[in-house]
């Protein structure tokens, strides 16, 4: 069983940059992989970015590319993703998951067994 708690949401300008934080509790297995996903009002939760726990392989969402970074701290059992240059559209509920790693599969939600609570981010402009 893993349980995984989001933080570091908030209110930023256009602009600006935030730093999420995913913290699990559990084993997270080598064969692991951890997403990151959004769902803003209205629309379906979409893939933001993801990493392969073992080989620390990334998967970014076209949207995101460039702008937003994932990493992980073995040590510390956390995933990150760091947000720059965030616009108004990047606003959404952020939901942190996990999940065993599936080549390809990295991006669909119905690979991911476990999920967080969610932490907002909104972005004025």
């Known amino acids: 069983q893993v349980q995984l708690v989001e933080s570091g949401g908030g209110l930023v300008q256009a602009g600006g940059s935030l730093r999420l934080s995913c913290a699990a509790s559990g084993r997270i297995f080598s064969g692991y992989a951890m997403g990151w996903f959004r769902q803003a009002p209205g629309k379906e939760r979409e893939f933001v970015a993801a990493i392969n726990w073992s080989d620390r392989t990334t998967y970014y969402a076209d949207s995101v590319k460039g702008r937003f970074t994932i990493s992980r701290d073995n040590a510390k059992n956390t995933v990150y993703l760091q947000m720059n240059s965030l616009k108004p559209e990047d606003a959404a509920v952020y939901y942190c998951?996990?999940?065993?790693?599936?080549?390809?599969?990295?991006?669909?939600?119905?690979?991911?067994?476990?999920w967080g609570q969610g932490t907002q981010v909104t972005v004025s402009s």
């Open positions: 998951a996990a999940g065993y790693y599936t080549l390809g599969y990295t991006s669909h939600p119905s690979n991911y067994a476990y």
